[in-house]
């Protein structure tokens, strides 16, 4: 048995990770208000894209890796050799890409394809890619590496700070805030995944008070665990990125903390101002953990 991990664009984990352990990712796409189409991480990156964003005035679209795309990267695998991939995917809630790969299983022949959907998105999503890795590298076997990622979803979570709803909710990504629309004057939306899907957790008077309430939470998930990860995810705003970043390892000096930061096809949802913070119960091994801004 040879066992390989891949992964979607929106895992963002940093290309050199991918490098070594041969993770191979789908990109998903983004089209401009111009028309322009790109691939995330591939022909458009983070920093050009918030400039964009900045100056446009809809919101630009989105789509799911081509199945073709996704097809190939199962070929490729099974002629280097391998018998089994393990594919992790941005949540179904949000995007179609799981179920694409579940399609795209079907018409591979010659190799086991095991879709996982991660129920979340960015580096927690990338946290399932590098758990399996570093199971694949104990020996383990196809179940047992699907059981324990499995386990591990019924143990992560993430909170996110948005500057407003504009955005998730024209492009249908956010569920049960139609409450909220119109009602958020001076307010800054807090919200959550739940069971795959991103939902309002709480309105907050404030910016700073929202970034202190998903701080409280990810420490509060982070103590019930022995060996957690803490993920903070930054956006356009690196002053603030940064200074949530040292405020949890301030408070959380004995616990793993890492940073990464949205891709262009999370922020065109989320919007420009926004940060999260993700915890699992696994220690994750990766590298990136003293940010330069």
């Known amino acids: 048995m040879k066992i390989a991990v891949m992964t979607d664009s ?12 041969h993770i191979r990712t789908v990109p998903l796409s983004i089209t401009l208000e111009n028309g322009e189409n790109y691939k995330e991480n591939e022909t458009i990156f983070a920093d050009e894209f918030y400039a964009i964003l900045e100056q446009s005035e809809t919101i630009p679209t989105t789509s799911q890796p081509a199945i073709g795309e996704m097809i190939r990267a199962f070929e490729d695998y099974r002629d280097e050799g391998y018998t089994d991939v393990i594919v992790v995917h941005l949540s179904s809630g949000i995007s179609g890409a799981f179920q694409t790969a579940i399609q795209a299983a079907d018409m591979v022949e010659g190799i086991n394809v095991h879709p ?51 955005n998730l909710h024209k492009s249908g990504r956010i569920t049960g805030a139609q409450a909220w629309i119109g009602n958020l004057l001076k307010m800054k939306p807090v919200l959550t995944f739940e069971d795959g899907l991103i939902i309002p957790y709480e309105k907050v008077r404030t910016k700073k008070r929202a970034l202190k309430l998903i701080e409280d939470k990810a420490v509060e998930l982070a103590e019930q665990y022995d060996q957690p990860t803490i993920m903070i995810i930054g956006g356009d705003n690196k002053e603030e990125s940064h200074r949530v970043y040292q405020d949890m390892i301030a408070r959380c000096p004995d616990k793993h903390i890492v940073f990464s930061e949205f891709g262009p096809v999370i922020s065109s949802h989320l919007g420009l101002g926004s940060l999260g913070i993700g915890v699992t119960d696994r220690h994750i091994n990766f590298p990136v953990d003293d940010p330069t801004f």
Do not use: H, W
């Open 116 to 166: 996982f959907d991660s129920k979340i998105a960015c580096l927690p999503e990338g946290a399932y890619a590098l758990r399996a890795i570093k199971l694949i590298e104990e020996g383990k076997d196809v179940q047992e590496i699907l059981a324990d990622l499995e386990a591990m979803r019924e143990n992560t979570g993430a909170y996110l700070v948005v500057d407003d709803l504009k």
């Open 10 to 21: 929106t895992s963002y984990i940093p290309q050199s990770i991918l490098e070594k352990y």
